[in-house]
Nanobody
Framework: VQLQASGGGLVQAGGSLRLSCVAS????????AAWFRQAPGRQREFVGE???????DYANSVKGRFTISRDNSKNTVTLQMTSLKPEDTAIYYC???????????WGQGTLVTVSS
């Protein structure tokens, strides 16, 4: 499967943004999907995931503000971000995995910039 993320941009603090990730190739419904982000000078960190057959999970830093959803009929996973903060500024990556492996399929990333 190949992943293509989009939807990043510049938004003011308190605003909202919606990221989308479209998968092509094999049946996306067989994969768990997740979002990660990497801020300048920092390591990539987990944002949230929508596992195949499991429970949606979020990083504590985004709980209550971000929502992950997926539409397997459209091979799409979406990250709805609200109440954005400057510290949410990062490149956001969608990722996928089969089974219980680590996330090893990555999209190209989309930049989110939150101004104060």
């Amino acid at each position: 499967v190949q992943l293509q993320a989009s939807g990043g941009g510049l938004v003011q603090a308190g605003g909202s943004l919606r990221l989308s990730c479209v998968a092509s190739g094999r049946t996306f419904s067989s994969y768990s999907a997740a979002w990660f982000r990497q801020a300048p000078g920092r390591q990539r960190e987990f944002v949230g995931e929508f596992p195949r057959g499991g429970s949606i999970d979020y990083a504590n830093s985004v709980k209550g503000r971000f929502t992950i959803s997926r539409d397997n009929s459209k091979n799409t996973v979406t990250l709805q971000m609200t109440s954005l903060k400057p510290e949410d500024t990062a490149i956001y990556y969608c990722a996928a995995r089969l089974g219980l492996t680590q996330y090893n399929i990555w999209g190209q990333g989309t930049l989110v910039t939150v101004s104060s």
